[in-house]
């Protein structure tokens, strides 16, 4: 699986820009301009601020930084930015189109759980994958023999290998390269590297000895444990999430109140006039960023209006979050049917709202917290069909300002700027997704 990013993504984009073993396109059309391909390269590089540093390393210019695109880079720019960047780049669509089968394909390989099924989806579509690869690169003459390397068929494999050993992330290689990269720092000597590294590797493994014997893991931890940012509130009403700093010194404006008295009416059923006047006792403060912790993953979102944003920093601030919507809304004597949609949208405030006292006109009972997030929605255009299943949206307006509870907010997600619209790419998939199974659900 490896080898997929380091060999045949490097080959298609050899045979892409004319530049593999000095084969031209044959009886094809698939070469892209150098103008096309540097452009592409260019976004490739720029693409990075607008995408979360949560979703991997910087890619840099494919086209002039080549030899330091590694496998993990490849890898994030097959299955989200080429998508992307290549669309309407072809000649004819049909090579557009052979990529994204093979995107579709690495998609399901990629899963954490496989059924059998999508195992036998594997093994036909790359048969049919291969079969066009050769029509179009190979286009069966055997002066161009050298576009098939041991990759090609070696595709014809992987839901043998799948079927066999399990799904490919049980046994891929990031995570002995991720290893070679922690313990490359502990080369101290050019003229004894090996030596170096066995020193390092040793004292390590005695330090986390040591840690676990006298269970002393916090106080011989070499970084800061993740979330215990200084200045941060974890709230209990909020187990899955903790604000961090900046806060704002300033109450909201009167149109944020607004917002926040809107939101709060519609979750409480409490009219207009009783929640501002509840909010007149209530502590009101906005914070510039948040964390999820309720997984691995961690993501932290910040707000676009508060804190200073220096000028290196890659974009953390638009978000995936979901809303019960009623289908029936535009159908006044139909009952409410509610169901959960996905929006996207940037992240413009954080509030926390705490009511000391008990309100009994919105329903507390005693002291209550809630947190809020103000979210500019995103207007998504038509689905592409080519992209359907690859949780890539295209958007060029923005629209109304949501204001919700902060669980709603799902994760980070990013931004790809294309000629007419930007590309919202989200890597968190279906199997990370929560599932609303209605009020009657245990």
């Known amino acids: 699986m ?26 094809e059309e698939y070469v892209l301009g150098t103008a096309v391909w540097e452009a592409i390269a260019s976004r490739t590089a720029s693409a990075s601020d607008t995408i979360p540093s949560a979703y991997g390393s910087r890619v840099p210019n494919i086209a002039k930084d080549r030899p330091n695109v590694s496998a993990e880079m490849w890898s994030f720019w097959t299955l989200y930015l080429g998508p992307v960047l290549l669309r309407h780049k072809f000649k004819k669509e049909k090579y557009y189109r052979h990529f994204i089968k093979l995107v579709h394909l690495l998609n399901i390989c990629l899963q954490f759980e ?40 070696a595709l014809l494999h992987i839901a043998d290998g799948i079927k066999f050993c399990g799904p490919v992330w049980c046994y891929w290689a990031f995570p002995m390269e991720r290893y070679c990269g922690s313990i490359q720092p502990g080369i101290r000597s050019r003229r004894f590297p090996w030596a170096s ?29 993740r979330g215990l940012v200084q200045g941060s509130l974890a709230d209990p009403n909020y187990p899955s999430c903790i604000l ?13 109140i607004r917002s926040i008295a809107a939101a709060l009416s519609t979750c409480s059923g409490a009219k207009m006039h009783q929640v501002n006047k509840a909010l007149k006792t209530a502590i009101v403060e906005e914070w510039g960023k948040v964390r999820r912790v309720d997984s691995e ?10 804190g200073i944003t220096a000028e290196d920093t890659r974009d953390a601030t638009h978000v995936r979050y979901e809303m019960l919507v009623d289908q029936n809304a535009r159908f006044t004597k139909r009952p409410e049917n509610f169901e959960l949609e ?23 009972q005693h002291p209550t917290t809630y947190i809020l997030a103000a979210i500019r929605c995103c207007v998504l255009q038509a689905e592409d069909r080519e992209l359907a299943g690859l949780d890539i949206h295209f958007y060029s307006n923005t629209g109304a300002l ?27 998939g279906a199997l990370a997704r929560a599932q609303w199974l209605g009020e009657e659900a245990d």
């Open 342 to 364: 996905t929006f996207y949208g940037q992240l413009t405030h954080i509030y926390r709202i705490h009511f000391p006292e008990p309100c009994p006109a919105l329903g507390i």
């Open 402 to 428: 949501d204001a919700i509870d902060i669980t709603s907010v799902q994760s980070l997600v990013g931004r790809v700027e294309t000629r007419d619209a930007w590309a919202i790419i989200d890597r968190s």
């Open 2 to 27: 490896h080898l997929i990013w380091e060999n045949l993504i490097k080959n298609l984009t050899l045979l892409w820009t004319g530049d593999f073993k000095g084969l031209d396109e044959g009886k």
């Open 114 to 153: 496989i059924t059998n099924d999508e195992i036998k989806r594997i093994r036909t579509g790359f048969i049919e994958w291969v079969r066009i690869y050769e029509d179009i690169y190979f286009q069966h003459d055997a002066e161009r023999m050298s576009t098939c390397p041991l990759t090609i068929h």
């Open 244 to 256: 961090i700093p900046p806060k704002s010194p300033a109450v909201p404006d009167s149109g944020q």
């Open 297 to 306: 993953a961690g993501d932290t979102m910040r707000s676009c209006s508060l």
């Open 197 to 225: 590294i066995d020193r390092y590797v040793l004292e390590v493994a005695q330090l986390t000895q040591i840690k676990t014997l006298y269970n002393v893991v916090k106080e011989l931890s070499l970084r800061e444990p």
